[in-house]
């Protein structure tokens, strides 16, 4: 349940701790698993194959015992396989066994995501502001980051926000700690999470103004073509 422990975080604040907080207490029965694929509009689609490729290529260079997911069913309880939930994007470290092949994550016997991600959807707003903050919490979740480009989320609590990071705390707890426009810096990743409203994308970089980007693989490789033109046209 959402207990506000301080005043709403005002929209140009970078970092805003103990804004909300949620007691660790069990995973609801009613939140199920969708059986079937929720239809996605193209810039929610894009912003989560960039997101993703972003990460995976993060992996590679990095040589991390580590595995990107896309909506990949989350499991918590192996009495009812259906309670869980499937993130928009999550990264788990370790790897789990076999992951190029996994169907869906089963916490009983992997490690829960540290990283997940979650563009809102004008369609269920609400689940992505409130809902899923408390499935990272009673997951174990280490790092949760909400991206909202078209500002669909509620304005309950000072929201809508454009990005929110919510990570553990010392004490286990969940908090939220930036709600605002502008870049957050992410533990997990070790970069800056940084919003591009306009575009509807979410790039990471190793400074929060966005400088230092990092590529998807596809993106290195055309750098790279690039960088071998203009050292042939020099010589």
């Known amino acids: 349940m959402v207990q506000p422990s301080a005043p709403p975080a005002a929209r140009s604040a970078s970092e805003e701790r103990a804004v909300l ?3 660790l207490s069990g995973f609801s029965d009613s939140w199920l698993i969708p059986e079937e694929e929720v239809p996605e509009s193209a810039w929610h689609d894009a912003c989560l194959e960039l997101f993703k490729a972003l990460l995976d290529a993060w992996v590679t260079t990095t040589a991390r015992d580590a595995a990107v997911f896309r909506d990949i069913a989350i499991q918590v309880r192996h009495e009812r396989p259906r309670v869980g939930w499937n993130p928009d994007v999550c990264l788990v470290e370790p790897a789990p066994a076999g992951a190029s092949e996994l169907e869906s994550m089963r916490l009983w016997e992997h490690q829960p995501p540290r990283l997940a991600f979650e563009a809102v959807s004008p369609n269920h707003p609400f689940k992505d502001y409130a809902v899923v903050p408390e499935k990272c919490a009673l997951a174990g979740v280490t790092e949760l980051c909400v991206f909202d480009p078209l500002l669909a989320g509620p304005r309950a609590q000072g929201g809508p926000w454009l990005l929110q990071l919510w990570r553990r705390a010392p004490d286990g707890g969940f908090e939220r700690i930036h709600a605002g ?6 533990e997990v990743l070790g970069g800056f999470l940084v919003p591009d409203r306009a ?10 103004n966005g400088d230092d980007p990092w590529l998807t693989r596809e993106e290195a490789a055309l750098r790279r073509i690039a960088e071998l033109e203009a050292e042939l046209r020099r010589r």
């Open 181 to 186: 426009d502008d870049a957050a810096a992410s």
């Open 199 to 208: 575009e509807r994308r979410l790039r990471i970089a190793g400074r929060p």
């Open 21 to 23: 907080r949620y007691a």
